[in-house]
């Protein structure tokens, strides 16, 4: 069974552009998560969608956003990009069976905003 | 707020040896817990969890002890070796009440297994 896959891998953006990046969950999940990693933060969470619905969210501006389609596929997209949103940006998948959900993590797309 | 943090920021051993990588959570409604390897790279890898309900759990080299007492999570690694040299994180799902996956991390601790 395929893992988690996540594209870009890489992408290099100036400030203030946008940026959108893609995430492909395990084939029957239907939740995926995203996590933002820097070395100061670690690793925190962005938001959860499961059946296309924004389930929940973490504390970041509303520049960061996301949705889910049909087939489980996800997005998430960031806005006027600041120096500080450099970061691997992780996607995990689930079954979603509650409250004992194993996540999957992909590979993450490396960021880098000059 | 919302942590769970580590106490140890490295920890290195000798191969063969056993590891003990401690974790901290603060929400005490947290009921399911996970560790997580990370190699340089690479997305989390799952290691192990344990729910709410249960104080150990077993896997193969692996065991994870919870203590809610006093909000305390362990992995202990058996026969470690070097390919088990990673950054290692812990985490909680708060559920808050309610269905989500949302996890909250741990700092990490890196491992580094000597030969």
């Known amino acids: 069974k395929a893992g988690v896959t996540q594209t870009p891998r890489y992408l290099i953006k100036t400030r203030g552009q946008q940026v959108t990046l893609s995430c492909s969950p395990i084939s029957g999940h239907r939740s995926v998560s995203w996590y933002q990693q820097t070395p100061g933060q670690g690793l925190q969470f962005l938001f959860e969608?499961?059946?296309?619905?924004?389930?929940n969210k973490g504390n970041f501006p509303g520049r960061f956003s996301g949705r889910q389609f049909s087939n489980s596929r996800s997005e998430m997209n960031v806005s006027t990009l600041e120096l500080g949103d450099s970061a691997l940006y992780l996607c995990?998948?689930?079954?979603?069976?509650?409250?004992?959900?194993?996540?999957?993590f992909g590979p993450g797309t490396r960021l880098t905003v000059l | 707020g919302e942590s769970v943090g580590l106490h140890l920021p490295t920890l290195s051993v000798q191969e063969g040896d056993n590891s003990i990588i401690n974790c901290a959570y603060s929400?005490?409604?947290?009921?399911?817990f996970i560790w997580y390897k990370q190699e340089s790279g690479k997305g989390p890898q799952f290691i192990i969890d344990?729910?709410?309900?249960?104080d150990k759990r077993q896997g193969q080299r692996v065991t994870v002890l919870l203590n809610k007492t006093v909000k305390h999570l362990s992995l202990q690694i058996a026969a470690t070796q070097p390919g088990d040299s990673a950054v290692y994180f812990c985490a909680e799902n708060p559920n808050y009440g309610g269905a989500t996956n949302k996890l909250i991390f741990g700092t990490g601790t890196l491992l580094a297994v000597q030969p």
């Open positions: 344990i729910r709410s309900n249960m």
């Open positions: 929400n005490s409604a947290s009921d399911y």
């Open positions: 995990a998948s689930s079954l979603d069976r509650f409250p004992y959900n194993e996540q999957f």
């Open positions: 969608y499961f059946s296309e619905t924004q389930r």
